[in-house]
């Protein structure tokens, strides 16, 4: 089972010296999944990992989640909404229980359930959008939590979530939309050729890019792919480079390259003629210092099986030169 639909957290808390210790340790691995999406939005692939939605004010929905207990002893799993935010750094979820706007709107029923090892139940999560509820996208993260005590009297919180992307307005759903610079590529320092591009969110709706990138038409006619692409989540009127790394043995092109990527139904694409340029001289160095070390170390060990030969052809030629004794 996914865990988080995409998060999950560890943290480490001190606990109190007369608690008893976890039977299992640290361990506090949980999971939790989304079952419903709406109809729709069948379409969207991010609305089968998260909540994905655009309401009315006063408007309330449901949606059923499923928790499971992967762990080998009973577990006391706690079900809760807490904030989260869209920033220059991605999705970023808010710590412990921290509430936001958002989150006040949500609740988890039940909350709280104890579950046997590798057992799952169905939950439900309500959100209750107020009748004044002002315009705009929000954030938030439907958590399924579990602690445990390990020997040191440390308490060790996990917790896995599905993402809330929640717009509110009236009439329909603000447009989704990026656009795509030219695909460039290159070399990192240590050698590994990429392709880069630099998206820009330029819809009313923050975006989880992915994609696949292919190369055809390299030398020799060559081609490769498809490589997965994914990028950090995108705020509104955000940039952000999205970089896909490739094998190392490539060799430099060109290459004709074709990069898809989309945010649940929005997609582009993106092509162009790359080339990856020769390796930096470090790491030229670094990898002939490599081969230089692996051509060494298989002379000496030749030398050394040679070595070993010649004395035992010795040995034989002198037992055999011994005088036979009289009879």
Known sequence: MPEVGGEH?????????????????????????????????????????????????????????VVKNPSKIPRDVALYAAA?????????????????????????TPDKVRLDPDQ???ALVTIEVP???????????????????????IRNIGRAGIR????????????????????????????????????????????????????????GGLSAGPVKAEARTLPLGGTAVVP???DRRLPD?????????????????ATNLVSFGPVPAAAATENDDRTDRVLTGGLVTSGLVLALFAAYAYRRRARFRQPVPAA
């Open 131 to 153: 009748e004044k509820a002002e315009a705009g996208e929000r954030y938030a993260v439907v958590w399924a939590e579990v602690s445990g005590v390990d020997e040191a009297n």
């Open 9 to 65: 957290d560890r943290s480490h808390r001190p606990h109190r010296p007369s608690a008893s210790p976890s039977p299992d340790g640290p361990s506090t691995s949980v999971g939790i999944r989304l079952l419903d999406a709406p109809v729709n939005r069948r379409d969207d692939t991010r609305a089968h990992k998260y909540i994905v939605d655009h309401l009315h004010p006063g408007t309330t929905i449901r949606r059923r989640v």
């Open 253 to 269: 092109g060109p290459w004709a390259a074709k990069l898809d990527l989309a945010s649940g139904w929005t997609k582009r694409t």
């Open 84 to 108: 989260a935010d869209v920033t220059g750094d991605g999705f970023v979820f808010a710590p412990d229980r921290t509430e936001n706007e958002l989150s006040s709107w949500i609740k988890v």
């Open 120 to 122: 799952e139940t169905e």
């Open 244 to 246: 896909v790394q490739l």
């Open 164 to 219: 809330v992307y929640l717009s509110v307005g009236p009439g329909g759903e603000p447009v989704s939309g990026f656009e795509m610079g030219p695909l460039t590529g290159g070399r990192s320092p240590e050698g590994d050729p990429y392709v880069t591009v630099e998206v820009r969110n330029t819809g009313r709706r923050a975006l989880d890019l992915a994609g696949e990138l292919w190369l055809t038409d390299g030398p």
